[in-house]
């Protein structure tokens, strides 16, 4: 993010300018960060497995979630989306499934996250 104070010549001045001045700039650089829970309940309070983050770049963004036998049963570009404990409309069996989370940081460095997650029926 880049600030600036910008002042604009207001109306009723004398001599009738209407001039504009910025001060220097000050960039502040945001770090990603990501939250990804370790259990989710479909029918309970969390009912989606959905990673919270701040300042990643949507545009290059990919969740995936895999079976214990290591076949995908998830997968999103999109990162307010969620996995529903589902596979083709069937739910999944209560059970640990590994997730990996791809997504760029502001220094265009492409980060890779990789764990489990608990589904409780």
């Given at each position: 993010?880049?600030?600036?104070?910008?002042?604009?010549e207001?109306?009723?001045n004398t001599?009738?300018f209407?001039?504009t001045?910025?001060?220097?700039?000050?960039?502040?650089t945001?770090?990603p960060?990501l939250?990804?829970?370790?259990a989710?309940?479909?029918?309970g309070?969390?009912?989606?497995f959905?990673?919270?983050n701040?300042?990643?770049d949507?545009?290059?963004?990919?969740?995936m979630?895999f079976?214990?036998w290591?076949k995908?049963?998830f997968?999103?570009?999109?990162?307010?989306?969620?996995?529903d404990?589902?596979?083709?409309?069937s739910?999944m069996?209560?059970g640990?499934?590994?997730?990996?989370?791809?997504?760029?940081?502001n220094e265009n460095?492409y980060?890779h996250?990789?764990?489990?997650v608990?589904?409780?029926r």
């Amino acid at each position: 993010f880049v600030y600036f104070v910008m002042a604009q010549e207001g109306p009723g001045n004398t001599y009738g300018f209407a001039e504009t001045s910025t001060s220097n700039y000050a960039a502040a650089t945001q770090v990603p960060k990501l939250f990804v829970p370790s259990a989710f309940v479909p029918r309970g309070y969390n009912t989606e497995f959905m990673p919270q983050n701040v300042f990643i770049d949507p545009s290059d963004y990919t969740f995936m979630i895999f079976d214990r036998w290591g076949k995908k049963v998830f997968e999103t570009n999109n990162p307010d989306e969620g996995w529903d404990g589902t596979y083709n409309g069937s739910d999944m069996p209560m059970g640990t499934y590994a997730y990996v989370i791809k997504f760029r940081n502001n220094e265009n460095i492409y980060v890779h996250k990789r764990g489990t997650v608990t589904l409780i029926r």
